[in-house]
């Protein structure tokens, strides 16, 4: 397949535009006309074939107005997964110019309808366009994480009715999700620190700017809140494993003492002895049999005095949760 570069420029009421280039080749005639919009875009292309990862750089070349650029990793995918490879948001922005490199189809539609298109035009700068973008590429995570809460609601349920071992793979897979929508969020809050660091006071009266703060923060919050969440059902499983764990080891101790005297009967009875007592009665089978029923009678009743036994021994009602 032929090698292409597409640059769509797109203007707005702000007197500023957005340069949406989609390439194929890096060395292309096209990227050197790009090249000369600005002197660092040549290192921003130099770095962003490579990167498989968050990059984010602010310059100051004249020492008065920044410069803003980097990848910011993102997934439109429907489930989170531990391989495959993540979408990147290539940027570059100066005051009246946005420009990315592969922008995946399905935010550039997005981007592309009536509201995004209105909210881009009411921005004064570059800069505020791409917070229009950013906040728009959030809301990806945040489908992630209602149906990462969706997943989490029926873990819960299912603790409460019936706690399996299986939820604790559950949980644990969960823990996963969110660590890599976290890691995701990451370089976002990087961009927001990294803008206030190059604009400054000007951040305070862009719209676009606090509508993605704001954005951030809310997700901020739900971050830390199923962070909490998913301790605590982990805390709880391992409470009910040590209940539990507790449980059937001191059931096993008081069946092991009150099966003792049987124990001590049937090795005493079974030793190859000819004059053991009772032996060579008619009764002595029966004798013996009951010596053992009553001892281990006596031993359950004793210790049941003692109040060793508790509910152990109970049958358990069908609808226990634990």
């Known amino acids: 397949m032929e090698k292409h570069t597409v640059s769509n420029i797109l203007s707005f009421a702000g007197h500023w535009e957005w340069h949406d280039i989609v390439i194929d080749n890096w060395s292309s005639d096209e990227l050197k006309e790009v090249m000369k919009i600005h002197p660092l875009i040549a290192d921003w292309l130099k770095v962003i074939p490579e990167t498989t990862e968050d990059y984010l750089s602010v310059r100051f070349p004249d020492g008065i107005e920044a410069v803003m650029f980097g990848t910011l990793p993102y997934s439109i995918k429907s489930e989170v997964e531990d391989s495959g490879e993540m979408d990147q948001l290539h940027f570059f922005v100066i005051h009246n110019k946005l420009i990315t490199i592969n922008l995946d189809n399905n935010t550039r539609q997005i981007m ?59 949980i644990l897979s969960s823990r996963f999700a969110l660590l890599y929508l976290s890691n995701l969020f990451t370089p976002y809050q990087e961009l927001m620190a990294a803008s206030k660091e190059a604009y400054l006071d000007k951040l305070k009266d862009s719209r676009p700017f606090m509508q993605l703060f704001h954005r951030m923060e809310r997700m901020d919050h ?87 036994t508790g509910d152990i021994l109970r049958v358990r009602a069908r609808k226990s949760k634990i």
Not at 136 to 157: A, K, Q
Not at 254 to 266: E, N, R
């Open 112 to 170: 592309a309808t009536p509201e995004r298109i209105a909210l881009l035009h009411q921005c004064r700068s570059a800069v505020d366009g791409m917070f229009v973008l950013a906040r728009t590429i959030l809301h990806y995570f945040h489908l992630g994480l209602d149906r990462f809460e969706g997943t989490l609601r029926e873990i819960e349920r299912a603790m409460e009715m019936d706690n399996q071992r299986h939820l604790m793979d559950q």
């Open 222 to 308: 739900a971050f830390r809140h199923y962070e909490k969440e998913i301790d605590t059902l982990i805390a709880i499983d391992d409470a009910i494993s040590a209940f539990r764990g507790n449980e059937i080891m001191k059931t096993l101790t008081i069946l092991t003492a009150m099966f003792t005297p049987a124990t001590v009967v049937g090795a005493i009875w079974g030793m190859n002895f000819e004059n053991l007592p009772a032996i060579k009665v008619s009764w002595g089978f029966i004798g013996v049999m009951l010596m053992t029923f009553l001892s281990t009678a006596g031993m359950y009743i004793w210790m049941h005095k003692k109040g060793w």
